[in-house]
């Protein structure tokens, strides 16, 4: 359970630069790149997460939600998408640092109907950049770029540190 609005947003900003490190590796030449008919394509993906964060904040701060969306395969150069991330997470976090920790207890509109802790929503909005951050991880690889080690770690250096 989250208690505290500032330590949320210090970790999501952790969140948020791995993400980064992620979408770092993608070539601009790239960024329109997708896996098949009907999937997002890498551009897509930055604009989603950025449509999605202001509508978890927006979830929080005024009880409504609202996806703004982004254009499915909208032509837009990597920087530019980058950009936008950035910016709207920016605002985002800055509109989350106004509230006050006592609102986390309080109760909002979950997408289907019953009512959630806005804390939940928060770690909802984290599990969620997670989940496309995977996604970016998978589209590294099928186009033979090897995505970024999370914590700056590979599995086998993991193996090797705990069993030496």
Not at 67 to 84: N, T
Not at 115 to 131: F, N, P, Q, S
């Amino acid at each position: 359970m989250l208690r505290s609005v500032k330590r949320f947003i210090d970790y999501f900003d952790g969140i948020r630069r791995r993400t980064l490190h992620f979408i770092d590796a993608i070539p601009a030449d790239r960024i329109d790149w997708f896996p098949s008919d009907g999937e997002f394509s890498f551009g897509d993906l930055i604009r989603h997460l950025a449509a999605t964060e202001d509508m978890f904040v927006g979830a929080v701060l005024n009880g409504k939600w609202k996806y703004a969306g982004h254009k499915i395969q909208e032509k837009q150069e990597r920087d530019v998408a980058i950009m936008l991330l950035m910016s709207t997470h920016q605002e985002a976090m800055k509109r989350l640092g106004t509230l006050s920790d006592s609102v986390l207890d309080e109760s909002r509109p979950s997408l289907n109907g019953p009512e959630v802790k806005t804390w939940r929503l928060l770690m909802a909005m984290a599990e969620h950049e997670v989940h496309h951050r995977s996604q970016l991880a998978m589209y590294l690889t099928l186009i033979k770029i090897k995505p970024p080690h999370i914590y700056g770690l590979g599995v086998e250096d993991v193996i090797a540190l705990a069993t030496g």
